[in-house]
């Protein structure tokens, strides 16, 4: 009896037991339901744990990678990126995740849409070499920024050792990486400085084409130290020379002639600059000739070597070469020191009369101009709204209304100047690109374009074209006060000047009245035109200026100045 008792007693627990079991299961695939589409059957029994579609260390993801694999591979470039994208959205716990980050991109950057490709390389480089495709992504990034000519993604770059970056690009990236660092105002200067330099260093020799460039650019950072170091000066402009001189040695090694001339003259510009930062006058102005006629630098070669010359007291060449930038073949440039400099040769020499006349016609040439810069300005508060008025103005061949007016031709050579400048151009660029591409998605498929992907690359994109639009506004406007603290600097010196010649003026006559007891001034008689050669070289033949500009004599104007100094 107490045997059967224990039998029927153990048979009602097991039985209970696997009621209860059954009950759960029913409760389970209940629960299951929910986050399944409807259907009649309850879902099929799977391996491992599972939660709705998503199966973690399941084959989900493995499976969704083969089937946009399939579509890459025949074309179908829209419908695969769909697939990629449920992998990197929905399934962050899956190992095939990062693989197809990487597809994802790829599949952007087939379908022509670079910007959003650039965005998700730029996830893979951000996470580091320990990202299965890391190296892959910056080769990428790398084709991305030729073609837009965009480098925002080597702020990604924090994280790297040298031999984790691809061999093919290694110096490129390193060049780039190093200028980017002395370009970042955002990091303290003498920091910046130091990593910019320490990138740099590991630049080979063996590709002449970046190694000429890196040192270049270490040899600016060596100036820059010279100019926040006053103490030690000398030493590291003796390092710069030295960086520099490098520089143009492998620039000749550089296969493509054109690169090649380019890094040559700024080597020379260099070499130039740190001679007249040293007072070598005489040295600065032998590399400023060194500059050829036909190069784009020529012009500002000059430019830099008047000054060489005024503090060298030539003054016959300081104005012969203010003469060939007054010529009406620069009449779209701006360079507002000449009319300094021209006062300051005519003041050394005691032709107060020239020096007003001259510092006068300054004052009534740039004053209204530095009225229109700040009436500019204030028109156009927010970085939009300026970087829209810029806009516009681009798109026109002239501003309206200016050709009549000396300040507005002179506020349309600002203009022109700040279009020039490529920071800002690349900017702009940039923003027509983005505004492009958002376009592009516009007009994809309707499947495709209702898609979560598409959605998200339209406010990616308006937020970064806002952006460059708020970047590109600050840095015009950096700009336009750059200029504007310049016009007041030289007013401020013109009006200087001014005042030194009254006061100059007034010496003479004190002097003059203490000797002859009258305030008698020497006045200028006519004179019968006398004739004067001048020593030339065997190559040049002497030519008197007859109010013609010629080509082949810009660049090598002489101005007769006859001093009319006395002494006391």
């Given at each position: 009896m ?137 080769v990428?990034?790398i084709?991305?920024?030729r ?31 190093g ?67 490098l ?25 130039a ?63 507002p020191e000449?009319?300094?400099?021209r ?14 006349q ?67 151009r ?38 970064r ?40 003026e007034?010496?003479l ?18 004179r019968?035109?006398?004739t ?37």
């Open positions: 107490r045997i059967r008792r224990w039998l029927l007693l153990m048979s009602a627990t097991m039985l209970a037991t696997c009621v209860m079991w059954v009950g759960t299961s029913s409760v389970a695939w209940a629960q299951l339901d929910i986050f399944e589409k409807p259907k009649d059957r309850p879902p099929p029994r799977r391996r491992g744990f599972s939660f709705g579609t998503i199966k973690l260390g399941g084959q989900a993801g493995r499976k969704l990678v083969v089937e946009g694999n399939r579509l890459y591979s025949q074309g179908n470039f829209a419908a695969a990126s769909l697939k990629f994208y449920r992998v990197v959205s929905k399934m962050a716990s899956s190992r095939w995740r990062a693989q197809a980050e990487y597809l994802l991109s790829l599949s952007l950057f087939r379908m022509g849409f670079y910007r959003s490709a650039q965005f998700y390389l730029s996830k893979i480089v951000t996470t580091g070499p320990a990202h299965i495709k890391y190296r892959a992504s910056i990428y990034l084709k991305i920024s073609r837009l000519q965009d480098l925002s993604f080597l702020g990604k770059l924090t994280r790297f050792r040298t031999r984790d970056l691809p061999r093919k690009y290694r110096n490129e990236l390193l060049f780039l990486l200028r980017y660092y002395y370009r970042n105002k955002r990091i303290p200067k003498a920091r910046r400085l130091r990593l910019s330099e320490k990138i740099l260093f590991r630049v080979s020799r063996r590709d002449p084409l970046f190694y000429a460039r890196a040192q270049y650019m270490i040899g600016a950072i060596y100036t820059a130290a010279a100019t926040s170091r006053s103490n030690r000066a000398g030493y590291y402009r003796k390092l710069a020379a030295e960086r520099f001189r520089c143009g040695f492998y620039a000749r090694k550089i296969k493509n002639p054109k690169i090649s001339k380019n890094i040559r003259e700024l080597a020379i510009l260099g070499l600059r740190i001679h007249y930062e040293a007072k070598h006058f005489r040295g600065a102005i032998r590399y400023y000739k060194a500059i050829e006629r036909k190069s784009a630098r020529w012009l500002d070669a000059l430019y830099e070597m008047s000054w060489a010359y005024l503090r060298r007291n030539w003054y016959e060449n300081t104005l012969g070469l203010l003469h060939t930038l007054d010529s009406p073949y620069f009449r779209d440039e701006y360079y000449v009319g300094i400099m006062s300051i040769s005519f003041f050394e020499r005691c032709r107060y009369k020239d020096v007003k001259i510092v006068a016609g300054y004052l009534k040439r740039y004053r209204p101009l530095l009225n229109s810069l700040r009436g500019f300005l204030r028109r156009y508060p927010t970085p939009r709204k300026l970087f829209g008025a810029l806009a516009e103005l681009r798109n026109q061949d002239a501003a309206q209304g200016l050709d009549d007016d000396q300040s507005g031709q002179m506020f349309q050579r600002i203009l022109k100047l700040t279009f020039k400048d490529k920071i800002l690349r900017m702009y660029a940039s923003t027509r690109l983005l505004t492009r591409e958002a376009g592009l998605l516009r007009q994809t498929g309707a499947v495709w374009r209702s898609s979560q992907l598409s959605r998200k690359l339209q406010k990616m994109l308006m937020r074209r806002l952006q460059k639009v708020i970047q590109a506004g600050n840095h015009a406007r950096s700009r336009f006060l750059e200029v504007l603290q310049e016009l007041q600097s030289n007013i401020s010196l013109a009006l200087k000047i001014r005042y030194e010649t009254l006061g100059a007034k010496k006559l004190q002097r003059s009245a203490r000797q002859q007891g009258s305030f008698t001034m020497r006045s200028r008689s006519k019968k035109r006398q004067f050669s001048v020593a030339v070289h065997e190559d040049f033949v002497y030519w008197p200026f007859q109010g013609e500009y010629w080509v082949d004599e810009l660049g090598y104007y002489r101005y007769r100045i006859k001093g009319e100094c006395r002494k006391p």
